[in-house]
């Protein structure tokens, strides 16, 4: 494991993906103190290389505060606030490993008698183990690739308020090197 993330360290430390990596940990930061603030938060984040999105009814003040007090508890050391049960990378990584799973289930069924039904079981039994192994897996994903718990030279630029389509946002916009 160690082997193959040190070979994506010099894609994962290209500038622009670095950026992403930063503001998708302050992503899931701010949102685990926004959910200690606000009760059954439904809140859904989205970032890129120059900050990120948050769609929720939430108001500006609750997602100032919380988007600062994460910058600096994770400048404090709490680089596990970067990691979300939530995350999309949770969700795609077990959707893949069910893929996958799947496949490997229905490889040679066509040369069976009972075909693909008969691999039924194993199917079902790829995808029970995609759900209990998704998850464990999507975290170490979101940790070492997908966010980056260190927030550096991570500055907060502008926190705005916007509403598009009848839903409130905020743009969070950021900078780093």
């Known amino acids: 494991m160690e ?12 500038p622009f993906i670095r950026r992403v990596r930063r503001n998708h ?10 959910s ?3 009760s059954n938060l439904k ?4 970032s890129d290389s120059r900050g ?4 929720g009814e ?21 680089h596990s ?14 959707a893949l490993l069910g893929a996958a799973l ?27 183990a995609a759900l209990v192994f998704g998850q464990p897996m999507g975290r170490k994903i979101q940790e070492y690739i997908t966010t980056l718990g260190d927030p550096s030279d991570l500055k907060i630029i502008s926190i705005r308020h916007i509403e598009r389509l009848g839903m409130t946002a905020h743009r969070i916009e950021t900078w780093s090197s």
Not at 25 to 34: S, V
Not at 43 to 46: E, I, L, N, T
Not at 66 to 78: I, K, Y
């Open 58 to 78: 939430v108001p500006t003040d609750d997602v100032a505060a919380c988007v600062n007090s994460a910058l600096a508890r994770m400048r404090a050391g709490e």
């Open 25 to 34: 940990g302050l992503e899931h930061a701010t949102i685990h103190l926004l």
């Open 3 to 14: 082997r193959a993330l040190e070979s994506l360290q010099g894609l994962l430390d290209i």
């Open 102 to 128: 799947t496949m490997v289930a229905l490889m040679g069924s066509e040369r069976e008698r009972g075909g693909k039904v008969a691999r039924v079981p194993l199917i079902v039994l790829g995808l029970l």
């Open 81 to 94: 606030l970067a990691i979300h049960p939530n995350c999309g990378t949770n969700l795609v990584t077990t």
């Open 52 to 55: 990120f999105w948050l769609w």
């Open 43 to 46: 809140m859904v984040g989205r």
């Open 36 to 38: 200690d603030k606000v």
